[in-house]
């Protein structure tokens, strides 16, 4: 399986963003920061990332899926004199997209559920979640907590270091979260989230194995923006509210500037959990036609 991440590992599409966001002066206040977090939100068909080139190069955007899938899903092609937007993609630097107005053919139906996200989330669901994350080291344990209480996580067995990954001594990462068996799944989920934030932004180290990069000493506040950040991404993405919109919407209001926010490593992040959790549902692409 080709990860989520995998497409943006690479200094080439850091120094991509950098620019753009740099260049274009884009998501310096918190309002700003809410309306580009909103967007990326809409737009599930997207991994996080191409959401957020999607929103830099046409803001206000409604809908966006590629040629392949407006024709087989919705009986639409893009018009004659379309410009297309471009993603990263796994089959070759980039791919084209369109936007809903750049496309015409039948009607979109009321409802359309391909852009949707994929229903709530059940304690069966929950198991699936967990399974899956112990797949990858990251194991769980239920506490009988009061409801103020959701969950933490921790390192139980550090990620080796470089210098021994050929020992074949050396134990590959472990981590614990814990979860409030009293909470709701949709709230066990939002707690998922949260922590899940924590492991994949650095909070708790970095981690080779699991994509997770070395960073810089942050603030308590720095970090809770970002882990907020996350779990609202990943739970409304997936149909879930949770109280980080409330946590943002306070830090909105206050009209902030983040230039020390690293927005890149955020939507990266929750492109992680959406692999890992297979919580993917992007848009399909005709792979490309080789001149001979």
Same mark, same amino acid.
Not at 66 to 92: Q, T, V, Y
Not at 118 to 128: C, H
């Given at each position: 399986?080709?990860?989520? %991440?995998?497409?943006?590992?690479?200094? !080439? #599409?850091? $120094?991509?963003?950098? %620019?753009?966001?740099?260049?274009?002066?884009?998501?310096?206040? $918190?309002?700003?920061? %809410?309306?580009?977090?909103?967007? +990326?939100?809409?737009?599930?068909?997207? !991994?996080?990332?191409? !959401?957020?080139?999607?929103?830099?190069?046409?803001?206000?955007?409604?809908?966006? =899926?590629? !040629?392949?899938?407006?024709?087989?899903?919705?009986?639409?092609?893009?018009?004659?004199?379309?410009?297309?937007l471009l993603i990263?993609?796994?089959?070759?630097? +980039?791919?084209?997209?369109?936007? +809903?107005?750049?496309?015409?053919?039948?009607?979109?139906?009321?409802?359309?559920?391909?852009?949707?996200?994929?229903?709530?989330?059940? #304690?069966?669901?929950?198991?699936?979640?967990?399974?899956?994350?112990?797949?990858?080291?990251?194991?769980?344990?239920?506490?009988?907590?009061?409801?103020?209480?959701?969950?933490?996580? *921790?390192?139980?067995?550090?990620?080796? *270091?470089?210098?021994?990954?050929?020992?074949?001594? #050396?134990?590959?990462?472990?981590?614990?979260?814990?979860?409030?068996?009293?909470?709701?799944?949709?709230?066990?989920?939002?707690?998922l989230a949260h *922590?899940?934030?924590?492991?994949?932004?650095?909070?708790?180290?970095?981690?080779?194995?699991?994509?997770?990069?070395?960073?810089? %000493?942050?603030?308590?506040?720095?970090?809770?923006?970002?882990?907020?950040?996350?779990?609202?991404? =990943?739970?409304?993405?997936?149909?879930?509210?949770?109280?980080?919109?409330?946590?943002?919407?306070?830090?909105?209001?206050?009209?902030?500037?983040?230039?020390?926010?690293?927005?890149?490593?955020?939507?990266?992040?929750?492109?992680?959990?959406?692999?890992?959790?297979?919580?993917?549902?992007?848009?399909?692409?005709?792979?490309?036609?080789?001149?001979?």
């Amino acid at each position: 399986m080709l990860y989520q %991440q995998d497409l943006f590992e690479s200094e !080439a #599409a850091r $120094s991509l963003l950098d %620019q753009l966001l740099d260049d274009s002066r884009l998501y310096r206040s $918190s309002a700003d920061y %809410q309306k580009l977090l909103d967007f +990326v939100v809409r737009l599930r068909n997207f !991994a996080p990332f191409n !959401a957020m080139l999607l929103q830099i190069q046409k803001p206000g955007l409604s809908y966006a =899926a590629s !040629a392949f899938d407006w024709r087989e899903r919705f009986n639409r092609r893009p018009k004659r004199d379309a410009r297309p937007l471009l993603i990263l993609w796994p089959f070759g630097p +980039v791919a084209l997209v369109y936007d +809903v107005q750049d496309t015409e053919g039948d009607p979109l139906p009321a409802d359309v559920s391909f852009f949707q996200a994929s229903g709530e989330i059940t #304690a069966e669901r929950m198991q699936r979640f967990l399974l899956l994350m112990e797949r990858k080291g990251i194991k769980h344990q239920y506490f009988d907590g009061g409801d103020r209480s959701a969950g933490s996580i *921790e390192v139980t067995q550090k990620p080796p *270091e470089k210098k021994d990954k050929k020992k074949k001594t #050396a134990k590959p990462s472990e981590y614990l979260m814990r979860l409030n068996q009293n909470h709701a799944p949709n709230v066990q989920f939002s707690t998922l989230a949260h *922590e899940l934030g924590h492991l994949f932004l650095g909070h708790l180290g970095p981690d080779e194995r699991l994509g997770i990069p070395k960073r810089a %000493q942050m603030t308590h506040a720095q970090i809770e923006l970002e882990a907020e950040s996350f779990a609202y991404l =990943a739970c409304r993405r997936n149909g879930v509210d949770c109280k980080s919109q409330t946590y943002l919407a306070n830090y909105v209001s206050k009209n902030e500037q983040i230039d020390d926010l690293d927005i890149y490593q955020i939507v990266r992040a929750v492109g992680q959990m959406e692999t890992l959790l297979e919580l993917t549902a992007h848009t399909r692409y005709e792979l490309p036609q080789i001149k001979r």
